[in-house]
Structures are given as structure tokens and as C-alpha cells.
């Protein structure tokens, strides 16, 4: 994504996101008007719900695990210049990979070594969902949008075929697998709290938060450090370049689709060796595709990412806050409001721009295009 | 009259003979860009009818002025009047009612319309097409029969050479009944025979009264056709001449702010073994054209071998092949006692890794990855090198030394590591390119349009450095369309006409009518 050379940093990382983010709750707060609640309350209600409450942070946290790893997995493809639409389907059959190691290595082996295997198999499932359209992308021109809005699709009839006919615990009526064996999972924080001997609320925070937060690390060390982060960003900003430099595009592509495809896949490592000890269906509720958003947001580096995250977080937990308090926001309104972000921080991202610049050069006129 | 004195640039009251008619006149212009002074109490008169050129390095304020004049800049005092009248030229739109037209370096046309369809847009009469394209095409066959700007109306801009597609913008301009015509750049697209065309066809519309302002900074073309040249440094007006009354030493000497060698001294160097031998290379190009037919020649040791010809003859998939861009379809290349034939692996890290440097012929595209910092520009191609790593990280540091050495040895400017390399003029763009090729120690050099978009201070720089490149025994091979550059530069020269190789002449034996002969096609030796 081109900065603007006018204004600097400052103004357009920091401030124009804020303002986006006023604008859209500002437009939210009016729709909430006309439901007839007083916006404010439903704000504080909000901001209480996510951070408040016991149990609030954790949960907020759970859901920033997710954005964090469906944001970085667009934003690593993002920085190729490749539109990875489908974290989702990634994502989904990540939990396939996982599921699956459980299913078959958790009568033999240790739990912990069983999850271990697990989280493998969430990242190689998710990078052969990914591997598939980068290879189309690279080898046969196939354009990479469309590619993996259909894996997506693809991802879904073949997750429910499965978990319909195949893996479906015997004997029961809702599409899922059986538990898997204890021991086998990610410890939730409050557990680990009480150990320590601390009280924690109880909530599905657990340890792929930590995973989350170490695999951020990792990702900036890749992209800013590594030569093959160095031949990413060449390919994302030039092929020519790219190409004139020596670097094997095709083979490029596919490895940022593989591992943008094994990011999206940890995503079933938090919900299902985390929360649900179990594989279900339509466990990613849509974190692949807010994972746009919030790398369109964090600026496809992993601190804002992770920021970008934790609004989104916020944003699902407190919703559900306010889902509950008050009669007349349904769940709908806060999927509106949700949609009010998206829409003015992701897809409306640069509408303040040439605001913000003319209001800098009117007062500051600090910009050199001699 | 323009007069030949060198001006301090506050003299707005400079009298003129009370025939003289001011097509132009600029008086007191500044524009400041926040703490940057882009132009700065500008004066510039343009006689009704008189070519004026403008010349100045890059960032000198020469694009800043017209741009004012043109209505996409406001400028902060200073005032604008068209044929004596003092007029606000707030936009293009209005900029274009008062008659002045514009033809942009890079052009402004849609490639998948036709010729007619972009004279046509933006200016479209009715709400149907057919009315109006009936009125601008009578109008357009009347200008260009008058001006002598030969175009197929029906073609798709994408089909005609550039040479052509400058003409659709020219006759756009003055569709729009433009009486000022400024062109920026406007031969850096060009072969030397489209320039020659372009040039009859401008000294054509001065005839017919038209005024031209001519932005370049090719004296060679100031002296052949501008009557007046007004030289900018630094945002200012440094000084005004008539034509005939200077020389390009004179020009140069103002535009760089010191004394500036045109000429070119070859150093005598010894020309070692034959290095590259290429053998029956052909290539075709995706879309089926044979763009290279048989081409056999051969590289020594400390030599510059120049290739000529008008652009699109092959010399850029030469280029390409030798530098591993493309892969080798046919024939073999034998490097350093080391042959590529056509069915082995060929790309651009094996050919740096036979000691081949290439400095591409498009530096945007190819030689920088713009939005990267200088430090990460300086080592593309060569980021698997030891010296900038260990293991699969990359060694910011060491890095870092090498860039500051780099654009300290090279002359680099501004000597910042840390700014982006899009931002940097062409020439020192250029030299950081020129930089890292050398830096790398090749055997062979493959240059393309060295020059091309680069001011005439780093020129000079440039040359230097590929000079002293050949005295320590570096063959150099030389892509250039500047033929003036070839014949300076080259030890030897192969001329290339239609993908073959029609011509091979010793520099010091050939003329430029020869080479040019050659060129066209015209003439086999």
C-alpha cells in the first residue's frame, strides 16, 4: 500500500486510523440514536463489556488471538502484493489437520505430544489450502482473488461432507467429532492462574494467545530480517525487479501462500485445542475474512496487527455485552457496527487523506516536491 | 530582445522595443513547498511566435514553473500575463480556455482507444459520439494536413510508436485551440529520427504563429532549435540568451554552476582477450516476433563495445538474455572460457555469478525496487552475498557500511541510507545503480541507456566511472539510442537494424551519417 509522501508518519499511521475509527463510531452511535438507546450508554455498556467485567479481558484477548493470526497471514501474502482472500478456508481446514492428529494419535501417545503434533497439523493443513492457489497463481496465471474466494467455498462442502458422514462421533446428531482425549489441548490462562495460585475469572483466553504473540515477533523477523523477507517485499513492490534481481517469483509466491496459509491455520489451534477440544462445524465464524480488515488496518505489520486485533476483540466481545443489556440491539446491530469499521477503516481507509494533507499544508506546509 | 547578460532575477522592468509582442510573461513567480523554494522571483518573457527553451537540471524548478503556468500549481506571489493581459490561471481547465496546451513527458492517452477517441476526450460535443467525432475529425485532417503531423486517426494508441503517440498529443493540444504549446522532455521517448520529425514539425507551428516552450536538458537540441533559452538553477533564473549568441559550453557552465568537460577523455587501455563470444542467438518473443535473428559478436577485455540503433531493434532482449532476464533460446554464449548453450539453466543469479553486471535500461522498473530504502537498493541481486549475511538473515549493519561507502565513493545524493530510492533524482538514481553493478567486481558490463533522464552533472560522473571500469580491464558492453554517446564512449560499434546485425565499425573511423545509414537499415557493410 503506497503512504503518501505529503504528511508524515505520524499523521498517517497514527492519526488518520483514529479518525476513521471516530468516524465509524460516530455513525454507529447514530443508528444506535435511531433504535431509540442513548449511544452513550451503549458505548460505556461497550467498552465495559470488553474490558470491565471479570472474565471481559480474557475473552476479549481469545478473540484478538484469532484476528492476529487470520491479519498476519493476509498481511504476509499483502507484502508479495497477493490478495489472500481465503483465510477462512484456511483456517477451516487448519482445524482439519488438527482434528484429525487428534483423533488418530491421541489413544497412543502423550497429550502433550499429541498437541504438539496438532498445532503441526493445523499449520501444513492450512499451508496446502494455501500452497494450491499460490501454485495456480504462479504456475497458471490464475488470479489469486479467485482462487481462494472458491477454496473457500471448496473448504466448507468438504469440511461438512466430513464431519456429516465420516468423522461425526457415532451416534449423535450434531455434526461433530468426538472429544479429544484429556490432556490433549492448550491450557486456559485462568487454569494456569490457579496453579500459580493466583484467581483469574474464568474465560477461553489460553495459550495460543502466547503463540500468537511470539509467532507476531517471528513475523517481522521474517519480513525485515531475512533475505527471503527481502525477496517478499521486492516481489510485492516490483517483479521486475524482482526478477532482474534473481528472484524466483513462481517459487516465491507459493512459499508466502504456504506460510500465509499455515498463519490462517493456527487459527483452529485456539478454537479447538483451546476452547472446544473437539473438531465442529463453522468454528472460523468469519475470523479469515476480518482478518482483511485488520491487516488492511494494522498496515501489514505486526504491531498494528496486533492493535488492530485487540479493537476487533474489543469490538466481538463487547458486542456480545451489549447484545445482552439491551433489548432492542440484537446481534444484527452489532455486526452493523462491526460493518461500520470495516467499511471506514478498511475499504474507506484513505477517504480523510487529502483532508488531513491539505489541513497539514495549510498550517504546517512542511512537504518538498521541488 | 532577450539579452545576454546574466541577471540576478529581480529585474522585472528589463525594456523591450515596442514591436515585441509577450506571448508569456512571468513576473516575480515563487512557490514555496513548505521550507523547499521550488522557484523563486522567476522572470520569463516569450516572444508570440518565438521557441523558448528552458534548461536546468533535475529539481532545478524548470516542471514547478510550468506547472504554475499550466494551472496545477498556485503560486505563493508573483504574476502570470498571456499577451500582456494579466490573467488567473487557477486550473488546467482554465489554463487550456486561455489557450495554453501541454504535452507531458509521460503521455496522457488511453492505449486501447483509437487516435481520433483520445483527441476526442474531454471534449466530446454532444451527448452521441457521432456528431462530434464527424466535427473533431474535419478539424484534426485540417491541423495536421497544416502542420505537417502525419497520424492514422482510426489507430489504437497502443499500435503506434511513440514517436506517433506524441503527435496524437500535440495535435490534442492544439484541438483545443491552443496558441501556447509547452512540451516537457519531449525527445526522451524518442529515436534521433522521431526527434528530427518532431523538431520540423515544431519549427512548422512557429510558422503558423504558435509559441513554444521547450523543457530539456539536451543542449544539443536547444542549439538546433530554440531562437531563446532561459537557464534555471536552484529555482532561479540564472540567465537568459539568445540562441545563436551561446554554446552548450556556456549553457552547461550555468545550468551546473561550474565549468562542466562535454568532451570525453578515453583513457589508453590495454584490450585484453576476447571474454564473451555470443554465437547464432536468436530469440522470439512471446507474441511470436523474431526479435533476434543469428547474432554473433564478441567482448574483450577492457573494451567498450557500443551497440547502436534506433530503440525496439532487439538491442533490449540482447540485453535481457545476456543478463539472464530472459532465457536462451537458441544459439550459445561463451563466458569467460565457460559456454551456455540453450537448453541450460540460465537466469540472473547464475549471471552475476559468472561476473556479469547489468544496469538496466529502465532503472523505475528493473534497477530499484522504488519504495525501498537506499541500503536495501544497494545490495538487489547481490542480498545472497555473504558479505551482507549470515545464514538466512540478513546483516543490517554491515549493510549499512557498505551503502555509506557506496554512495560516498559514488557521490550520491543526498548521502542518506535511509531514504526511499524513489526519491532520489534520476541521476542519482542512476548513480547508485552504476554503483552497486561495480561494487560487485564484474568481468562484463552490460549498460543500458546510461544517461537516459539523468542531469548533465551526473553524466559527466557517469562516464568517468565506466572509464575508469574499462582501464582496469572490465568489458563493458553498451546499450545506448544517444548515437552521440556510442560514438564518444565506444572502442567499437555494432549496429543493429530488425533484430540482426547489420553493421560493425572502430569508433575512430565512423561518422555519425555512416552509423545512421546503418541504423535505418538502408545500408549493409
Known amino acids: ?44 455498556v461497550m467498552i465495559k463489556g470488553a474490558f470491565y467485567y471479570p472474565g471481559a479481558i480474557g475473552y476479549t484477548l481469545y478473540y484478538t488471538t484469532n484476528f492476529i493470526f487470520t491479519g498476519l497471514a493476509v ?23 488438527v482434528g484429525l492428529t487428534c483423533l488418530i494419535f491421541d489413544q497412543y ?71 479429544f482425549a484429556s490432556g490433549v489441548g492448550l491450557v486456559q490462562i485462568h487454569m494456569l492462574a490457579k496453579y500459580l495460585g493466583l484467581n483469574m475469572a474464568m474465560s477461553p483466553l489460553n495459550l495460543s494467545f502466547g503463540i500468537a504473540l511470539i509467532v507476531s515477533v517471528g513475523f517481522w523477523f521474517l519480513v525485515w530480517r531475512t533475505k527471503f523477507g527481502y525477496e517478499v517485499r521486492s516481489l510485492g513492490h516490483s517483479e521486475t525487479a524482482a526478477i532482474y534481481a534473481g528472484i524466483k517469483v513462481s517459487y516465491t509466491i507459493i512459499i508466502v501462500m504456504a506460510i500465509s496459509g499455515g498463519l490462517a491455520g493456527l487459527v483452529a489451534i485456539n478454537e479447538l485445542l483451546g476452547v472446544h477440544n473437539k473438531l465442529l462445524l463453522g468454528f472460523t465464524a468469519g475470523y479469515g475474512f476480518t482478518g482483511i480488515a485488520v491487516a488492511l488496518m494494522g498496515r501489514n505489520h505486526p504491531f498494528g496487527i496486533f492493535l488492530a486485533s485487540l479493537l476487533f476483540g474489543a469490538l466481538y466481545q463487547g458486542g456480545t455485552e451489549l447484545d445482552f443489556e ?24 484513505y477517504m480523510l487523506n487529502p483532508l488531513v494533507e491539505n489541513i497539514y499544508i495549510k498550517y504546517y506546509g512542511n512537504y518538498n516536491n521541488a | 530582445m532577450m539579452t545576454n547578460k546574466n541577471r540576478s532575477g529581480n529585474d522585472a522592468t528589463v525594456s523591450l522595443p515596442a514591436s515585441t509582442r509577450l506571448a508569456i510573461e512571468l513576473r516575480d513567480i515563487t512557490k514555496r513547498f513548505g521550507h523547499v523554494i521550488a522557484n523563486s522571483d522567476v522572470n520569463l518573457r516569450v516572444e508570440s511566435g518565438s521557441i523558448h527553451g528552458i534548461v536546468g537540471e533535475n529539481g532545478a524548478g524548470k516542471s514547478t514553473l510550468m506547472n504554475i503556468l499550466f494551472g496545477l500549481y498556485k503560486p505563493d506571489s508573483g504574476m502570470i500575463l498571456l499577451n500582456d493581459k494579466p490573467v488567473e490561471v487557477n486550473s488546467p481547465e482554465k489554463s487550456i480556455a486561455l489557450g495554453i496546451g501541454m504535452v507531458h513527458q509521460h503521455f496522457m492517452l488511453v492505449p486501447t482507444f483509437t487516435v481520433l477517441e483520445n483527441v476526442m476526450l474531454g471534449n466530446e460535443g454532444s451527448m452521441l459520439l457521432k456528431s462530434g467525432e464527424e466535427s473533431v475529425l474535419n478539424r484534426l485532417k485540417s491541423l495536421s494536413k497544416n502542420y505537417g503531423l502525419d497520424v492514422d486517426f482510426e489507430a489504437l494508441i497502443s499500435d503506434i510508436p511513440v514517436g506517433m503517440q506524441q503527435r496524437v498529443e500535440i495535435l490534442k493540444a492544439l484541438n483545443r485551440g491552443a496558441k ?24 512548422s507551428l512557429k510558422e503558423q504563429g504558435v509559441t513554444i516552450v521547450l523543457i530539456t536538458h539536451k543542449l544539443k537540441e536547444i542549439m538546433s532549435i ?64 523474431n526479435v533476434l535473428k543469428d547474432i554473433s559478436f564478441n567482448l574483450k ?216 545509414k546503418m541504423m535505418s537499415g538502408l545500408e549493409q557493410v
Open chain 1, 1 to 44: 500500500m503506497s503512504d503518501s509522501n505529503i504528511i508524515p508518519k505520524w499523521l498517517s499511521v497514527g492519526v488518520i486510523p483514529l479518525l476513521n475509527l471516530l468516524l465509524a463510531f460516530c455513525v454507529s452511535g447514530l443508528f444506535i440514536f435511531f433504535i431509540g438507546e442513548n449511544p452513550f450508554k451503549a458505548i460505556s
Open chain 1, 75 to 97: 498481511a504476509l501474502a499483502f507484502h508479495a502484493r497477493l490478495f489472500n482472500i481465503g483465510g477462512e478456508g484456511q483456517a477451516y481446514i487448519g482445524g482439519l489437520g
Open chain 1, 109 to 179: 501417545l502423550a497429550g502433550f505430544l499429541v498437541t504438539i503434533l496438532a498445532i503441526l497439523g493445523s499449520v501444513i493443513f492450512g499451508a496446502v489450502w494455501g500452497i494450491i492457489p499460490g501454485y495456480l497463481q504462479a504456475k497458471r496465471g490464475s488470479h489469486i482473488v479467485i482462487t481462494t474466494i472458491m477454496f473457500n467455498f471448496i473448504a466448507a462442502a468438504l469440511m461438512v461432507y466430513l464431519l456429516v458422514n465420516v468423522i461425526i462421533e457415532p451416534g449423535q446428531m450434531s455434526p461433530e467429532t468426538r472429544d
Open chain 1, 326 to 349: 439491551f433489548s432492542s440491539i440484537t446481534r444484527e446491530m452489532v455486526l452493523l457496527i462491526q460493518g461500520l469499521i470495516i467499511l471506514f477503516s478498511g475499504a474507506l481507509a
Open chain 2, 180 to 203: 501556447v504549446l509547452i512540451l516537457d522532455e519531449p525527445t526522451g521517448v524518442l529515436t534521433p529520427q522521431e526527434t528530427i520529425g518532431l523538431f520540423d514539425i515544431l519549427r
Open chain 2, 226 to 289: 530554440t531562437d531563446t533559452v532561459s537557464v534555471m538553477r536552484g529555482g532561479k533564473v540564472v540567465a537568459d540568451f539568445a540562441t545563436r549568441k551561446t554554446s552548450p559550453e556556456e549553457l552547461a557552465e550555468n545550468m551546473v554552476g561550474r565549468k562542466v568537460l562535454l568532451s570525453i577523455k578515453k583513457p589508453a587501455s590495454k584490450i585484453g582477450k576476447s571474454i564473451l563470444e555470443v554465437k547464432n542467438v536468436s530469440h522470439q518473443s512471446k507474441d511470436g516476433v
Open chain 2, 301 to 516: 577485455e577492457g573494451e567498450i563495445l557500443g551497440i547502436a540503433g534506433v530503440a525496439g531493434n532487439g538491442q533490449s532482449e540482447l540485453l535481457d538474455i545476456l543478463s539472464g532476464i530472459e532465457t536462451l533460446q537458441k544459439g550459445q554464449m561463451t563466458i569467460n572460457d565457460k559456454t551456455i548453450s540453450s537448453h541450460q539453466e540460465w537466469n540472473s543469479k547464475k549471471a552475476r555469478e559468472f561476473g556479469i553486471a547489468h544496469v538496466p535500461e529502465d532503472r523505475h522498473k528493473r534497477g530499484l525496487v522504488l519504495p525501498f530504502h537506499n541500503y536495501e537498493n544497494s545490495i538487489l541481486g547481490y542480498h545472497r552475498n555473504d558479505e551482507y549475511s549470515s545464514g538466512f538473515l540478513m546483516d543490517k549493519r554491515k549493510i549499512l557500511n557498505f551503502v555509506n561507502e557506496l554512495i560516498q565513493n559514488f557521490d550520491v545524493r543526498p548521502r542518506s541510507p535511509l531514504i526511499n530510492s524513489g526519491k532520489l533524482s534520476g541521476g542519482n538514481q542512476q548513480k547508485l545503480v552504476l554503483a552497486r553493478e561495480i561494487e560487485s567486481n564484474p568481468k562484463i558490463l552490460l549498460v543500458g541507456q546510461p544517461t537516459r533522464g539523468v542531469d548533465i552533472g551526473a553524466i559527466e560522473r557517469i562516464y568517468e566511472d565506466l572509464m575508469k571500469l574499462k582501464s582496469n580491464g572490465t568489458a563493458i558492453l553498451l546499450v545506448s539510442v544517444e548515437l552521440d554517446e556510442i560514438m564518444s564512449l565506444s572502442d567499437r560499434i555494432i549496429v543493429m537494424n530488425q533484430g540482426t546485425i547489420v553493421g560493425e565499425t572502430n569508433s575512430s573511423d565512423a561518422t555519425e551519417l555512416d552509423i545512421g
